[in-house]
């Protein structure tokens, strides 16, 4: 049987709204897992035939906005506090 972990992966941010860096070894595994979605493309879509190149660089982008919208609820799930504005010390 899956225990439920709840303890928080990434660190909420001083000031503004959202998450702020990772705390925990999910949080940067998941962290550094969107940095390599995002910039692997721009390494692999070059070495393309020129004819495939255009249908590559869409659906890369495709790609990289279903990651960010997955890595964005991710966060909301697993940021300590929440999502919230903050106002540093005020909160």
């Known amino acids: 049987m899956l ?3 709840n303890d928080p992966w990434f660190r909420p941010k001083r000031y503004g ?3 702020g860096l990772p705390i925990s ?3 940067w595994v998941s962290f550094l897992s969107i940095i390599v979605i ?10 393309l035939p020129p004819a495939y190149r255009a249908a590559a660089s ?3 982008l495709l790609v990289d906005l279903c990651a960010i ?3 964005v609820v991710l ?8 999502f ?3 106002w540093g010390d005020r909160d």
Do not use: M
């Open 69 to 71: 919208g997955f890595f």
């Open 3 to 5: 225990q439920k972990n």
């Open 17 to 19: 709204y959202g998450a």
């Open 84 to 86: 919230k504005w903050r």
């Open 58 to 60: 869409v659906g890369s």
């Open 38 to 47: 995002i910039l692997a493309p721009g390494f692999l879509v070059p070495l």
């Open 25 to 27: 070894w999910q949080g």
């Open 75 to 82: 966060c909301r799930a697993h940021t300590k506090g929440g």
